[in-house]
């Protein structure tokens, strides 16, 4: 029996959320512990998926008009 990703299929390998890497000093790079210096979406054979090195993208929230929060029509 083939056992599901835990945190699904359409995650492409990228040395920005390996945990191999750390983010560098110069926000452009990505220290690998394998590789050295090398670009966040570079991805070797040894890529280790770590979601808590992934950064979410922000949600776009709705503009809401003070009306929407009155209690008269």
């Known amino acids: ?3 599901k990703p835990p945190y699904g299929s359409k995650i492409s390998p990228a040395c920005a959320y390996c945990a191999h890497g750390c983010p560098a000093a110069d926000q452009k790079m990505v220290l690998c512990r394998n590789r050295g210096v090398v670009s966040p ?3 070797c054979r040894r890529f280790r998926y770590d979601p808590l090195m992934r950064v979410p993208h922000r949600q776009v929230l709705p503009h809401y008009d003070p009306k929407d929060f009155s209690l008269e029509d």
């Open 41 to 43: 979406y570079f991805a």
């Open 1 to 3: 029996m083939f056992r």
